[in-house]
Nanobody, 122 residues
Framework: QVHLVESGGGLVQAGGSLRLSCAAS????????MGWFRQGPGKEREFVTF????????DYLDSVKGRFTISRDNAKKTVYLQMNMLKPEDTAVYYC???????????????WGQGTQVTVLS
């Protein structure tokens, strides 16, 4: 079992930055790939990024490449999402999730956090 709690969301002007954190419970955190997904108003949930259990492999949605960076600290059982150069279209509820394998599809993720709201003002 993995319990996930996100934090760090908020209101920011376009071009600004936010850092999301996702704290995990459970003894096998490093066995899980960790992903970030988001769901904007009136939109379906979409993949944003994932990081492998070791932290050596990452993947990103094309529209966030070069602006967002995922990282993890296995000792702290925490995954981070550094978001720079934010745009209004990044406005969404952001969810972290845990999967046994590196995946981009939400159905492949076993555990989910409750989400944190990110709002980017134009």
């Amino acid at each position: 079992q993995v319990h996930l709690v996100e934090s760090g969301g908020g209101l920011v002007q376009a071009g600004g930055s936010l850092r999301l954190s996702c704290a995990a419970s459970g003894r096998t955190f490093s066995n899980y790939a960790m992903g970030w997904f988001r769901q904007g108003p009136g939109k379906e949930r979409e993949f944003v990024t994932f990081i492998s259990g070791s932290g050596l492999t990452t993947d990103y949605l094309d529209s966030v490449k070069g602006r967002f960076t995922i990282s993890r600290d296995n000792a702290k059982k925490t995954v981070y999402l550094q978001m720079n150069m934010l745009k209004p279209e990044d406005t969404a509820v952001y969810y972290c999730a845990a999967a046994r394998y590196n995946r981009r599809t939400s159905d492949d993720y076993d555990y989910w956090g409750q989400g944190t709201q990110v709002t980017v003002l134009s």
